[in-house]
């Protein structure tokens, strides 16, 4: 699986960005895409997901009610709808699939990195304040 992210930029505080993802290669085992931040000198964190087949999905408690995670599954893109930005979102955004073999119900979102089996490149959003 190959990821591509974009949409990164500069805003002020307060402002919105899209980040996107584009999901290439063998996407079919994919169980959910997930979006990450890095911050200099912090650890990669998660920030939200969303479960590829039934539209769940899951956000930090930072980010929740302001970030929204959607999916087209046509273009097998994933979006990070980022509203009320505020300077401490300032970092590098990654996308990141969980993929597994088969399909359970039971199964649940993961939030830690190393269960994420590809990375995209990373996309900058800095937040001025």
């Known amino acids: 699986v190959q990821l591509q992210a974009s949409g990164g930029g500069l805003v002020q505080a307060g402002g919105s960005l899209i980040l996107s993802c584009v999901a290439s290669g063998r996407t079919s085992s994919t169980y959910a895409m997930g979006w990450f931040r890095q911050a200099p000198g912090k650890e990669r964190e998660f920030v939200a997901a969303?479960?590829?087949?039934?539209?769940?999905?899951d956000y930090a408690a930072s980010v929740k009610g302001r970030f929204t995670v959607s999916r087209d599954s046509a273009k097998n893109t994933v979006y990070l709808q980022m509203n009320s930005l505020k300077p401490e979102d300032t970092a590098v955004y990654y996308c990141a699939a969980d993929v597994r073999r088969g399909w359970a119900p039971t199964w649940s979102i993961k939030r830690g990195r190393y269960e994420y089996d590809f990375w995209g490149q990373g996309t900058q959003v800095t937040v001025s304040s």
């Open positions: 969303i479960v590829w087949r039934t539209n769940i999905t």
